[in-house]
């Protein structure tokens, strides 16, 4: 499989999926579903949450999106350089808008000049404090607070629950089960929000029973 072209779904700020192929967006990383970052007036917000949007809104202006392969990563994912239809690379006007960073590691600092300005601007994440997206996933494997710890109340749009029992399952509640209102999320301890049902099932949490 070389290419891909069709409409996206928006998994995150750096993943999409076209005909039931997810697809890693090569060269960048963007702020994680559940990650915080501070703006400039030092409040915690959902800066993955954003991310997603403004990925979202980027593919919806110019329909639909081809993916050039590159190759797979660890997780068998399709890891491409996208383009909307009017040619212009997603990567670079994720980077560009301060809504994901460059990844040197995989893009050889391609889109660092595209950084360097999204910081100036102050632009998106750029506007108050963040961790590099690499690094807040590092502090969570390693079981290391993540600062900002202080979580809002709301969730910017990403509102299906990932909740873990007292047995240390696994379980996602979206919007009109019976559980959801009640269930508080508890991001120290590792619950989260997801975006979509498919973001959480590919972390690995199953949807409750009712």
Not at 108 to 118: M, N, R, T
Not at 142 to 158: E, K, Y
Request: aromatic content about 8%.
């Amino acid at each position: 499989m070389r290419s891909l072209v069709g409409r996206a779904s928006v998994i995150d700020g750096d993943t999409i999926e076209i005909a039931g192929e997810r697809i890693r967006i090569n060269g960048i990383d963007a702020p994680e579903s559940s990650q915080l970052c501070e703006d400039d007036q030092g409040r915690s917000y959902r800066c993955g949450a954003m991310s997603a949007r403004a990925l979202d809104q980027l593919l919806a202006e110019s329909r639909p999106v081809r993916c050039e392969f590159v190759e797979r990563d660890q997780y068998g994912r399709f890891v491409g350089d996208c383009f909307r239809a009017d040619g212009l690379g997603v990567a670079v006007a994720m980077v560009r808008a301060g809504m994901a960073m460059d990844w040197p590691r995989y893009s050889g600092g391609a889109y660092a000049d595209e950084q360097s300005a999204a910081a100036v601007e102050k632009a998106g994440i750029w506007q108050g404090e963040f961790q590099p997206p690499w690094e807040w996933r590092a502090a969570q494997r390693n079981s290391s607070p993540v600062a900002p710890l202080t979580a809002p109340v709301t969730s910017d749009g990403c509102d299906i629950k990932g909740n873990i029992s007292r047995s240390g399952e696994r379980i996602y509640h979206v919007p009109g089960m019976r559980d959801y209102d009640r269930t508080r999320i508890n991001e120290r301890a590792g619950e989260r929000w997801f975006c979509s049902e498919a973001e959480a099932g590919d972390a690995g949490w199953r949807p409750a029973q009712r």
